[in-house]
């Protein structure tokens, strides 16, 4: 029973990915055994080739079922949805463009995209990004960061996290300390950045800085190496970032949320014990687990929540730390609103669509 509660009390630390349009048995497994805090969505999870409101039944159902089997009332139900290439649910929910476009009009598409993303029941949007667009090989940040300077890139990301606050959509503020200098994919490997923490302030900083001052409510964490500032271990792991910098020197009091931890920059890590232990330890409160490579079992989900287990177990993790950043939980799952998944007018659509294309071809 002790080792169902600590399960337990890892699921609450917990968002997890889900396989497909409907829950298998793994689902259930993971879903009734470790009962997540939050669920991550993907492309995956809408029904593709049917009418909008025969995916909507669809998705509805499976929104039902992740509830009932994860026995919670409030949940953090999260999707990444930025505009351009990042963007999950088919047509007609509107498809806006990169961030790096959206200019001027960044706080209207963010209010727009929020009240679409409330229709699907969704109450956290992984957006915006506080990256900066500095580094023109970047293969995965690029035209997804709101400008090429760190005022422009703040001002962007400020806006379209008051447009989604507005309409009730909860933000967070990713990757930190900054992700867009690297010239490699942290879905593929680990990127590796070489700037003094002199650097970071006088850049890569700024635009968490405007969103902390915002009160935006999470941060996400980049799986970057910075051999500079902590040499041993990327910034998800790193307790000089994450509370040196973001906590103390930043004063960021809410939500610290791991990337995904199935990426390959980190993937291997957490197959070692005691790496939740070192995430937890580094100031990290939440962790995402999207189950969305075929390299990542069910298996693999269970040793990191086992992971936990041990480490409350043998000492290496602080029952004061752990309950510290449940804490930080229960304050965001309090102000996070539960929605119903209901159809959308095809007004409302109709105008999200002429705002995507005058912000595509302004």
């Not at 990915?17 to 999870?45: C, H, M, Q, V």
């Not at 307790?239 to 004063?251: A, P």
Request: net charge negative; charged share 20%; aromatic share 8%.
């Amino acid at each position: 029973m002790a080792v169902a509660q600590d399960m337990h009390r890892f699921g609450h630390h917990l968002i997890v990915g889900i396989s497909g349009t409907k829950l298998n048995d793994e689902d259930k497994r993971i879903l009734s055994e470790i009962k997540p805090a939050g669920i991550i969505f993907y492309a995956k999870n809408f029904r593709y080739g049917v009418h909008y409101e025969e995916w909507l039944q669809i998705y509805q159902d499976l929104v039902n079922q992740i509830r009932q089997y994860a026995e919670r009332n409030s949940m953090l139900i999260t999707i990444d949805h930025e505009g351009g290439t990042v963007h999950r649910p088919y047509l007609p929910i509107t498809r806006f463009p990169h961030a790096f476009l959206l200019q001027s009009r960044a706080r209207e598409v963010a209010k727009a995209a929020g009240l679409e993303l409330k229709s699907l029941g969704i109450n956290i949007s992984w957006s915006p990004l506080a990256d900066i667009f500095s580094n023109p090989d970047n293969p995965i940040i690029g035209p997804r960061a709101f400008g090429t300077t760190p005022d422009t890139a703040a001002a962007g990301a400020r806006d379209y996290f008051l447009g989604l606050r507005e309409v009730g959509i909860i933000g967070c503020a990713k990757h930190f300390p900054g992700h867009g200098d690297t010239s490699t994919d942290s879905h593929l490997e680990l990127p590796v950045l070489n700037l003094t923490i002199e650097e970071l302030r006088n850049r890569e900083l700024i635009p968490f800085k405007a969103l902390i001052a915002e009160q935006v409510p999470m941060i996400m964490t980049a799986h970057i190496l910075f051999p500079q500032i902590d040499a041993g271990v990327p910034a998800t792991l790193s307790q000089t970032i994450l509370t040196g910098i973001l906590r103390k020197e930043l004063g960021f009091a809410g939500v610290i949320v791991s990337d995904d931890l199935d990426m390959k920059a980190v993937s291997s890590m957490y197959a070692k014990s005691g790496t939740v232990a070192q995430t937890f330890n580094a100031g990290c409160d939440l962790f995402i687990v999207s189950r969305n490579l075929p390299s990542s079992s069910v298996e693999r989900t269970f040793a990191i929540a086992q992971d936990f287990v041990n480490s409350l177990s043998n000492g290496s993790l602080d029952e004061r730390i752990v309950e510290a950043a449940k804490m930080r939980i229960d304050s965001l799952i309090a102000m996070t609103p539960q929605y119903s998944v209901s159809a959308l007018d095809q007004d409302t659509l109709k105008q999200h669509a002429e705002l995507a294309i005058a912000c595509a071809f302004r």
